[in-house]
C-alpha cells in the first residue's frame, strides 16, 4: 500500500519507520535497502554532522564567512537526496550539507563557496543541481519550471525542491506548487520543517495544523515523516520521486524536525528560544536514533563508527586544505560574476571601487 494517501495530514498522521529508541515501529514500513545502503547512510549523516562543526569552528576562526548550520537535519537531507536518480534534478537551500554529501557535491567547492567565493558553488559537469537557493523560497519556482520542462520532453525525471517552513508564507511556496498542481509536473517538494524561521516560530508561520496539508489546496497529496527518521524520510521520498517519475504528479513532504543550532553564525538563538526546548530536540538527535536502529539489526560497532569518522575527517581536512589553497574572494567578484556580461552600471561601479582603492580617502 502506499504511504502517500494511507497517512492523513489533516488527521495530524505522521509517518515514523523507528522509534526515537531506534526500534521499528512496524515492520511493514522498513524500507526493503541493503545493509552496505543502510550502513552509507548512516556515513553520510556523521559526515555531514563533522563538516557542519569544521565549518563553524573556521567561522569562528575568521577563515570562513557566514554558514548557516545543518545540525540535527542529517535524516531530512540525506532521506531526501539518498533515492535521487543521476538523471533527475535538484534544487537545493543554504541548509542542505547532508543533500550536497549525499550527491557527491566536490567538498572543496563547497567549502570554498562559503568561504565567500561565488565560484565555490558552480555545480561540477554531470550533477543535475541547481546552486542553493539564498533567496527563501526561489528555488520553489525553479524547481517548478523546470519540472514542466522535463514533462514537456516526456523524460521519466523526478525534480526535488527544498526548502523550510518559512519558505511556505512566500508566495513563491504558493505560485510553484499552485503551477506544479495544475500541470502535474513530476515534482517532489520536501519542507524541512525545523520549528524556526530565524526567530520566527512555526506558530507565527502558518495558522494550518501541518504544513503538509497545504497540499490539498494545490490538488495533489501532501505527507508528514518524522525528519529526524531518516527510513521515513528516505521512504516518503522515494515513493514521491517514483510517483513524479512515472506521470502521478507532485507531492508535498513535510518533515518534521528542529534547528539544533543558531540559524546563522551571524545568530544567537538563546535569544528568542528556551533552552529547555532545544534540549529536549537534542534527546532526539536523528543520529543518534539512526545508530540505535543499526546496531540492533547488527550493523553498528565501535569499530564501524571509528572508521566512519576517521573517513568524513580525513576527506573534510583535505576539502579545506584544498579550499584554503585557492585563491581568496575578491571585492571585484561582487560586480564580476554577478551577470555573464557586466551591466553600464556595475562596470562605473567596479571602476569607482577600484579608483577608490588607488586613491584612499580620496
Ligand atoms: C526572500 C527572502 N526574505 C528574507 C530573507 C532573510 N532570511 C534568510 S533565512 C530566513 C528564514 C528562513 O526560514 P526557513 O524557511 O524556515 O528555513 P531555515 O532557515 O529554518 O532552514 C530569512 C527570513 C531571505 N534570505 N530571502
Ligand atoms: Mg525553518
Request: hydrophobic share 40%; charged share 25%; net charge negative.
Amino acid at each position: 500500500m502506499p504511504l502517500i494517501g494511507r497517512f492523513d495530514p489533516f488527521q495530524g498522521a505522521r509517518l515514523e519507520v523507528i522509534d526515537p529508541e531506534g526500534r521499528l515501529v512496524n515492520s511493514d514500513l522498513e524500507p526493503p535497502l541493503p545493509d552496505e545502503s543502510l550502513k552509507r547512510m548512516y556515513a553520510l549523516m556523521v559526515a555531514t554532522r563533522w563538516g557542519d562543526q569544521k565549518a563553524l569552528n573556521l567561522q569562528r576562526q575568521g577563515r570562513l564567512g557566514t554558514f548557516a548550520s545543518s545540525r540535527g537535519h542529517e535524516a531530512c537531507q540525506v532521506g531526501s537526496a539518498f533515492p535521487l536518480r543521476p538523471e533527475d534534478w535538484v534544487f537545493p537551500y543554504f541548509r542542505d550539507f547532508g543533500l550536497y554529501q549525499t550527491l557527491g557535491y566536490p567538498l572543496a567547492d563547497f567549502y570554498h563557496y562559503w568561504m565567500g567565493h561565488e565560484a565555490g558553488l558552480r555545480t561540477p559537469e554531470g550533477l543535475n543541481l541547481f546552486p542553493f537557493a539564498i533567496p527563501v523560497g526561489s528555488q520553489i519556482l525553479h524547481a517548478a519550471g523546470a519540472g514542466l520542462a522535463a514533462k514537456i520532453q516526456g523524460k521519466p525525471v523526478a525534480v526535488l525542491a527544498t526548502f523550510g517552513d518559512g519558505a511556505t508564507s512566500e508566495g513563491d511556496f504558493h505560485e510553484g506548487l499552485n503551477f506544479a498542481g495544475v500541470f502535474r509536473t513530476p515534482n517532489v517538494f520536501v519542507c524541512y520543517n525545523n520549528q524556526w524561521a530565524i526567530s520566527t516560530p512555526r506558530r507565527r508561520q502558518t495558522a494550518s495544523e501541518t504544513i503538509a496539508q497545504k497540499a490539498a489546496a494545490y490538488g495533489f497529496s501532501g505527507l508528514a515523516v518524522d525528519g529526524n527518521d531518516v527510513l521515513a524520510v528516505f521512504a516518503a521520498a522515494a515513493e514521491a520521486l517514483d510517483r513524479a517519475r512515472t506521470g502521478g504528479g507532485p507531492t508535498l513532504i513535510e518533515a518534521v524536525t528542529y534547528r539544533l543550532g543558531d540559524h546563522t553564525t551571524a545568530d544567537d538563538a538563546r535569544k528568542y528560544r528556551p533552552e529547555a526546548e532545544v534540549k529536549d530536540w537534542e534527546a532526539r538527535d536523528p543520529i543518534r536514533r539512526f545508530q540505535a536502529y543499526l546496531k540492533q539489526k547488527g550493523l553498528w560497532d565501535e569499530a564501524f563508527e571509528n572508521d566512519v569518522r576517521d573517513k568524513a575527517a580525513a576527506a573534510i581536512d583535505k576539502a579545506v586544505a584544498e579550499a584554503e589553497a585557492r585563491p581568496a574572494a575578491t571585492p571585484e567578484d561582487v560586480f564580476v560574476h554577478t551577470y555573464k556580461d557586466m551591466t553600464p552600471r556595475l562596470r562605473a561601479q567596479l571602476a569607482e571601487l577600484r579608483t577608490a582603492r588607488e586613491e584612499p580617502g580620496r
